[in-house]
Every structure is written in structure tokens, then in C-alpha cells.
């Protein structure tokens, strides 16, 4: 990583939370009042995506450590809903727990042989890792295989059907990207996360300091792809479908892409940045069927021209207003 | 046996043309720190100019030489206009800049060709089987391709190994730095270096288009792959991308051959043929996982390199 990222959970973080989650909280409201109901479906999408971005950014951002796998925890939460509901196991209080326990094993048992290692190797072997799920989900035979799996319906609450509703699912999906965002707030603030940060900075400093920086990343890790295991439960929820296609790498770097929109180790950001992205990809795919031409180079300009994101734009030219102070 | 041999020839092959496309890849990744995800599209770009210019031109080998001229200008533009200005940037910024390049062209080429995939006919004289004994036939055109495949093996390692050139970029594999503080143009060498990596990649894509589909996106799943033969191989090391190279082609074509069989034993054809394809594409990312845990540095690494 180049030069030193700051954190922006201080000052800055409170307001833009609160407008992001009021303007969010509104969403169904006022598609109802407008007769615009794609609308709600459309935004819980964006919100359960937002959710697995900000998973990534608690190791990528905090944690500095570049995960080039992380669609693999969406996937494996997905696939473990898909599978029960299919199996006629698919209440939440079965799926749920179990998508969060098959996705926060798989972090444990890979953060456990990939965090030893450091940089360049790190993101190939989160690719690899990242991979193998890809490749276990195609291996799927009896649950499609390389098609995926179009699922019966939704998870059941208690036998209630109560997820089919369209704006009960959306604050569900709401709760959750609103709950995790706080906790991940939280605990960064929290020793947890400023050991995190400082291993990010130095690691060594941080060992001598007697922390455990294997355990503090490992426990991040481990968080961090429960959350995107989570994602996962409510993707499968709201697609009715699993497909190898969730654990893909190139999803993985859509993730890094949200992430960076928002500016590295800014999770309100995080959450802003894969909004901005899909609202993005969602306009230019109105616009013509071959949107990538224009996305891609949108994406090359952006790393070429910012550093650090939005939210690093907007520090830097707060800075240069208060005469070049750093924080 | 006789199954056996055709697999260990299919593996070969495979392991050659993931050389060619590896070779590029670790050389721009090991002397200049730069990771491009882009490699992958310069193999399906090549693939494409020699389908678009072998049916223009009618002959495979004007075809060919077309292509890969074309392809070197192409690398050398993109190193121009994008790459260059990459190089000091993390590795962060590198992943995303070359993602976006890769969404650009894998679009693009749907654009300009058409999403459906192009044919290539295989060249007349290397039309025909040869005969293995045994009344077992193997295409000559594969035979050719691994012929290729092992001359461009020989002709970089003379490069790297015995000539000047080569000298340098053995040398900035080890410490760029310390080669530019000794007065070398690194600039100029990296160029050198792009160009030629583009080219074998191209050339790969170029070989490979008679016998695989030529499609949008069809350079992904060739690139992942060069990044784990550089990865096991040791990253900047050419002979360990040969050696990886091989060892991934060799591995994942006989796992992909007996996992069918094995696991015909207890479903139909149709579901041992699909399990199979996703169990012995994740023992290849398994051996990766295991040699990065093992030897983080790979099989071979460059010398010097820290």
C-alpha cells in the first residue's frame, strides 16, 4: 500500500451516516407514493452488495490487507441458503445461522494459512482460495452445476412466509447493512480496531507492543467474512437463485472497485462507494447494451486521477483549505 | 496406457501454451513490480488478430506473423498511454486500472467481432493425425503447438540466459532500483520487456485459436491460471514458469481425465463430467495454496529477489 491512509471515523463520519441511512430508509416509501416499486428491489440489491463491500472493508481498508477472494464468503452464504431451502430446511433460523457458521469456518480455516503470508502473495492466495469455492459451486452437480439453482421461494420466518413481502425484505436488508455498519463502526473505534489499524501501519511495532497481530487480523478476517457471508443469505433471499457466478473473481474486483469508489478504510464510504457503483452501472446499462466500454475506462481514469477515492478528494482539498494540515 | 500417453501429450500442450502466456506475465511482474490483469486480454486480442487476419490474408503463417506484429504495437500503445503511469503506483490501484481495461476490452471485442465465437480452420499442412501405435491417432496441429511451444521455451531462455539484453533483465528482476542507480534506461527496458511479453501472450492466443473457441472473455480464465503457474513457479523466474507451467498443464488435464472416470463410478456421464471439471480445477488452486504456504517465494524463485 502506498502512503499512509487516514481513517475517517472521526468528525466526519456522523452526518453522512445519518443522511445515508434516513435517504435509505425512505427508499420505500416514496417508491409506494410514486408507483415506482422496482424501485425497492432494485435498492435492496444495491444495499445487500453495499453490505459485502463493507465486509472487505474492514480487512482492506483497517486492516490493509488486499483480499482478492471475497466473493467467495457471498457465494458460500448463498449456496448454504440455496441448498437448505431446497432441501426444505430453508427457515431463517436454520439458514441464517448456518450460512453466517459455513462462511466464518471457511475464513477461519483460509485466514489461518493466508494471513501468514504478505502482500503480492496475499491477494494470489485469496484469489486461489477464492477460487476453489468458485469451482466447488460448479462442481455442484445435483444443486445445477455451472447453471446455478433456481430456488423453490424464500427463507421462512418461524413457517411464516414473511420475506416474500417485498418491503418486509427490504428493511430486513436494511437492519442488517445499518446493524453491521454501526457494529464495524463501533469496533473500530474500539482497541480492536486500532490494533487492527496499527498492524496496518507497522506490524512489527504492534508485535513488539505485545499485541497479537495474527489473532487481531485473523478475528477480522473470520468477522469479515461472516458479513459477507450474511450478504450472501439475503442474495439467494432476494434472487431466489444461486449461481457459481457469486463467487467469481470478478466480483471480487467489483468489490474492490466499491470499496475504492468510497475512499480505503472509510466504511460509511464503503457503503456510498457500492451505491455509486451500482447506480452507476445500473444508468450506463440503460444507456447501451455495451456499458462496460464506457465503465471500464471510467474506472482506469479514476485510479489514474484520484488517490485514495472520493473521500480522499474531498480530504485533500479540505486540506489544502486549512493550509496543508495533515491529521 | 495408450489413454494415458494422449493425456500426457494433451497436458504438454496446454502446459506450453500456459508458458507462453506465464513467460510475459512474470517478467512484467517480477521486473517492475507491476501486476496486470490485463495479460489475459492480450492473449484473447491476439487470438483475435490472427482469426481476423489469417481470413483476410487466406494463409495461416502470413496470418500469424500479421498478428503478432499487430499485437506488439497494441501492447506497446497500452504500455504508452496507460501502463506507464501505473508502475509507481500500489498494487491496489494496479488490480483496478487493469480490471477496468479488462470489463473495456472483453466489451469491446464483443463490439467490433460479435459475441458469437469465430472459428479458425486449422492450417492444410497441418491437417491429419499422426498414428501413436496401437491404432491411437493425435492430431499433428497439437503436435505443432507443442513444437512452438518448446522453440519459444529455447529461444527465451537463450535470450534471458546468454545475451546482454537478457542480462539486464535477470538484473532487474533482482533489484530494479540498484539497475537504473547503475545508469541503465529502466524505462526503455521495461518497454522492451512489454512488448515482448505481449507478443508471446498474443502468440499463445494466436496457436491456441484453431482449436479453442475464439470469444469475448475467453483470456480470464487463461489468466487466473498464469497467475498460478508464476505464483508455484516463483515470481520473475523463467525457468520457474516453465516448470510450473508444465506442471499445472500436466496436472489439471490427467486430474480432469481420471476425476471423470473416478467419478463415473457412482453418477451418470453427464454429472461426472461436470463434478469433474470443478474438482480438478480446485486442485490446481489447492497445489498453489500449498506451495504459497510452503515455499512463499515458489518453486524456483529469481535469485537475489527479496
Known amino acids: 500500500m502506498s502512503g499512509p491512509v487516514t481513517l475517517s471515523t472521526k468528525r466526519s463520519s456522523f452526518w453522512p451516516v445519518v443522511v445515508l441511512c434516513l435517504g435509505l430508509a425512505l427508499v420505500p416509501v416514496v417508491a409506494v407514493l410514486t ?55 430453508g427457515d431463517l433460523l436454520i439458514a441464517l445461522p448456518m450460512s453466517l457458521a459455513v462462511s466464518g469456518l471457511f475464513a477461519f480455516v483460509t485466514g489461518i494459512v493466508a494471513l501468514r503470508t504478505r502482500g503480492v502473495v496475499f491477494i494470489m492466495i485469496t484469489l486461489a482460495f477464492g477460487q476453489m469455492a468458485f469451482f466447488a459451486a460448479q462442481a455442484l452437480y445435483a444443486y445445477g452445476g455451472d447453471d446455478g439453482l433456481t430456488l423453490d421461494g424464500r427463507s421462512t420466518v418461524f413457517g411464516l412466509k414473511l420475506l416474500s413481502n417485498k418491503i418486509v425484505f427490504y428493511y430486513l436488508t436494511f437492519a442488517c447493512l445499518a ?42 478476517y473470520v468477522l469479515s467474512g461472516m458479513i459477507a457471508g450474511l450478504a450472501g443469505f439475503l442474495l439467494a433471499n432476494h434472487t431466489e437463485f444461486v449461481s457459481p457466478a457469486y463467487a467469481a473473481w470478478q466480483r471480487s474486483g467489483d468489490l474492490i472497485f466499491m470499496v475504492i469508489i468510497g475512499g480505503v478504510g472509510s466504511l460509511w464510504g464503503a457503503v456510498g462507494g457500492a451505491l455509486t457503483y451500482l447506480l452507476l452501472e445500473e444508468g450506463l446499462s440503460g444507456l447501451t447494451e455495451h456499458w462496460k466500454v464506457i465503465f471500464g475506462p471510467l474506472i482506469i481514469l479514476f485510479v489514474l486521477l484520484t488517490h485514495g477515492g472520493i473521500d480522499g478528494v474531498v480530504a485533500r482539498v479540505r486540506d489544502r483549505l486549512a493550509g496543508g494540515r495533515h491529521d | 496406457m ?12 496446454l502446459g506450453l501454451l500456459m508458458f507462453l502466456v506465464a513467460a510475459g506475465l512474470t517478467l512484467v511482474f517480477g521486473v517492475m513490480d507491476f501486476i496486470n490483469l490485463a495479460h489475459g486480454v492480450q492473449y484473447m486480442m491476439g487470438a483475435y488478430l490472427a ?14 506473423g500479421m498478428a503478432l506484429i499487430g499485437i ?65 491417432l493425435y492430431p499433428v496441429y497439437r503436435f505443432v503447438i ?21 542480462m539486464l533483465v535477470r538484473a532487474g528482476a533482482s533489484n530494479a532500483t540498484m539497475l537504473s542507480a547503475l545508469g541503465v534506461d529502466v524505462r526503455k527496458l521495461f518497454m522492451v520487456i512489454f512488448a515482448f511479453g505481449t507478443m508471446l501472450a498474443g502468440f499463445a492466443g494466436a496457436m491456441a485459436a484453431p482449436i479453442l473457441s475464439v470469444e469475448p472473455g475467453m483470456g480470464d480464465q487463461v489468466l487466473i491460471l498464469a497467475f498460478v503457474v508464476i505464483v508455484i513457479g516463483g515470481i520473475g523466474s523463467i525457468r520457474g514458469a516453465f516448470a510450473g507451467a508444465l506442471l499445472v498443464g500436466l496436472i489439471d488435464t490427467l ?52
Open chain 2, 255 to 306: 486430474a480432469r481425465s481420471y476425476s471423470v472416470d473416478f467419478m463415473r463410478l457412482f453418477v451418470g456421464p453427464a454429472a461426472a463430467r461436470g463434478i469433474a471439471n470443478g474438482l480438478s480445477s480446485m486442485f490446481i488452486y489447492l497445489l498453489m495454496a500449498l506451495v504459497l504456504f510452503l515455499r512463499p517465494d515458489g518453486l524456483f524463485p529469481s535469485r537475489g529477489r527479496t
Open chain 1, 35 to 89: 408507483k415506482q416499486g422496482h424501485w425497492v428491489s432494485l435498492t435492496t440489491q444495491m444495499m445487500i452488495l453495499a453490505l459485502a463491500a463493507l465486509s472487505l472493508d474492514l480487512i482492506l481498508g483497517i486492516g490493509g490487507l488486499l483480499s482478492f477472494g471475497h466473493a467467495a464468503f457471498i457465494g458460500l452464504g448463498a449456496y448454504t441458503t440455496g441448498i437448505l431451502i431446497q432441501e426444505g430446511k
Open chain 2, 72 to 136: 506488439m504495437v497494441f501492447g506497446l500503445l497500452l504500455e504508452r498511454v496507460m501502463f506507464r503511469h501505473l508502475y509507481a503506483r500500489s498494487h491496489l490501484d494496479q488490480v483496478l486500472a487493469t480490471f477496468g481495461l479488462i470489463l473495456f476490452l472483453n466489451q469491446g471485442v464483443k463490439m467490433v467481432w460479435g459475441a458469437a465465437p469465430l472459428g479458425v480452420p486449422v492450417p492444410e499442412w497441418f491437417q491429419g493425425s499422426v498414428l501413436l501405435g496401437d491404432g491411437i
Open chain 2, 2 to 13: 495408450s489413454l494415458l500417453a494422449i493425456q500426457v501429450l494433451n497436458g504438454l500442450q
Open chain 2, 51 to 64: 482469426a481476423t487476419f489469417i481470413g483476410w490474408t487466406g494463409h495461416f503463417v502470413i496470418g500469424l
Open chain 1, 179 to 220: 446493524g453491521c455498519l454501526l457494529l464495524l463502526q463501533r469496533l473500530s473505534r474500539a482497541r480492536f480496531g486500532r490494533v487492527l489499524l496499527g498492524a496496518r501501519d507497522n506490524a512489527v511495532r504492534m508485535e513488539t507492543l505485545g499485541y497479537d497481530v495474527f489473532r487481531v487480523r485473523l478475528m477480522a
Open chain 2, 146 to 166: 507443442i513444437g512452438s511451444g518448446l522453440l519459444m521455451a529455447l529461444v527465451l531462455w537463450l535470450v534471458v540466459e546468454k545475451t546482454r539484453l537478457g
